[in-house]
Nanobody
Framework: QVQVVESGGGLVQAGGSLRLSCSAS????????MGWFRQAPGKEREEVSC????????YYTDSVKGRFTISRDNAQNTLYMQMNSLNPEDTAMYYC?????????????????WGQGTQVTVSS
């Protein structure tokens, strides 16, 4: 049974930092592109960042470039996202997702597995 579990969310003041973690089990972690998505109340889910199965390629949405850094440890089946210079617009539920590399495309958009999410709230 595949499990994807996020952690590290919380309440932080604007300008602060958080580090999200995502632990995956029950799947061949190294065979999956891994990504972070977020959804704020009343808004559509947004892809924040994606990292290829090997870690060699990354994607960031424009609003987080230079502030967020995605990384992964395939030996530990864990994905991370360091979030710096947080602002209230970053407030959302953050989800971790796994997308099989078997499609041949570098994309996390059509993920096969999702976590339950971790809440990030940034106060002004």
């Amino acid at each position: 049974q595949v499990q994807v579990v996020e952690s590290g969310g919380g309440l932080v003041q604007a300008g602060g930092s958080l580090r999200l973690s995502c632990s995956a089990s029950g799947l061949a972690f190294g065979n999956y592109h891994m990504g972070w998505f977020r959804q704020a109340p009343g808004k559509e889910r947004e892809e924040v960042s994606c990292m290829s199965w090997s870690g060699s390629r990354t994607y960031y949405t424009d609003s987080v470039k230079g502030r967020f850094t995605i990384s992964r440890d395939n030996a530990q089946n864990t994905l991370y996202m360091q979030m710096n210079s947080l602002n209230p617009e970053d407030t959302a539920m953050y989800y971790c997702a796994a997308a099989s590399y078997s499609t041949g495309r570098f994309s996390c958009a059509k993920a096969d597995y999702w976590g339950q999410g971790t809440q990030v709230t940034v106060s002004s």
